[in-house]
Structures are given as structure tokens and as C-alpha cells.
């Protein structure tokens, strides 16, 4: 790097830097495929590769990241029971605090919010949520664009209703119970993990004249 590109970037305040990032970070790859089963699967954004996008470019810019308060929204214990028995799962959700610092000036920084959720038979619900966490508030802070829009497919209906929304709904319609059954019988960590047929399926039945729990 030139003298005069880093003394640019040293002069520049943290939303220039921020900008900067955006600018050239361009498209993440949908590297993740996730499988729903039935030979059926869909590409997604990891972790991974929000993280790889990001990581040299925040580097490039001067510009620090790191949690600066979690909240445990919700951490239960839940059991249902299946066919082959009794199963209990760990939900947790998370809210995290992300600060965006100017290395160059630590006084100036941003902060960005993501939320997340894990479930998890084990000890690792935190740490699904955690990663949920991150990867949604760099995509926010960064602008970061993920490529094809997750709602191509999506039926004529729900064409003008985006992925995000779906999800909402479903957090809105159904109690937090209901939420980890459905998850759990579809052998899901997140809502995050469903296609759009399965959010839609859920809103659609939760939504219409009969107070239903969907069937996959």
C-alpha cells in the first residue's frame, strides 16, 4: 500500500472507513449449502464467508470489531417427545452489542446490534447463537450484499414479502414452544435454516381462518 493511500485511510473517520468496506466488499458467496431434505437444498451465506469478505478489509481500513455487551434474551430447556422417545433440546437467544472503532482514533466508533438463535441437544446453543449474532450484525454495519435474493423461488403470493419478514411472522404467530417443536421435528437449529416453503407453510396456517400447526 502506497504512503499516500495509508495516510488517506488514517485521516479518514470511521464512516468513511465503514464506506470504504461497503464499497469493496461487493456480493458474498452463497457457499453454504443447506439440505431440508426430500433431495431438496438451497445456498446460503456462512459465517465463513461473511467473516473471510469482511476480515481483510477491516484490516485494510483500520477498523477494529469486537462484543461489547450480550444479552440471553431467552435460554430454556425444552423436551418433546418423538417417536423414538423423550428429546430435549437447548434454545438460546441472544442479543449482542457489536462496536465498529477506529483504530486510528478509538473515541470514534460505531455499534451495531445482532440478534441470534441456537438450539442445540448439547452445550453448543450458545455458541449457535452467538454466531448468529455476528454474522447478521456485520452483514448490517457492512451492507454487505448476499448475492441472489433468498426469495427467488419464492410462489407469486409471497414475491413481494422477503425472507426476513416470513420470519418474523413466524416469531409472531407461533409461542416459543411451538417454535422449538416445529425445529426440532424438522431436525433444524433455526428458523434461520428453513426454506422459504417451510416459513411460508407455518405463516400460511397460523394465519388463516383455522388456528393450526403445519405438518411437513
Known sequence: MEKEQIKSIVEANIYQRIHAITSEIGKVAQNLNVDTGN????????????????????????????????????????????????????FVR??????????????????VIGYGDGIDSGDKANGKANTYARKYALIDALNISKGDDPDKEASQE????NREEMRWQVLELYTHDEIVTMLSRLKKNTLDDLTNDQLKTMVDKRSGINDQTPTF
Open 39 to 90: 433431495n431438496r437444498s438451497y445456498k446460503a451465506v456462512s459465517i465463513n464467508d461473511v467473516v473471510d469478505s469482511a476480515l481483510p478489509l477491516l484490516e485494510k481500513y483500520r477498523v477494529m470489531v469486537y462484543p461489547t455487551e450480550k444479552e440471553i434474551i431467552r435460554d430454556e430447556q425444552i423436551t418433546t417427545t418423538t417417536k423414538y422417545g423423550e428429546k430435549t433440546n437447548f
Open 94 to 111: 441472544m442479543k449482542v452489542t457489536y462496536r465498529f472503532v477506529n483504530i486510528d482514533k478509538p473515541d470514534e466508533y460505531i455499534e
Open 158 to 161: 409471497y414475491k413481494k414479502s
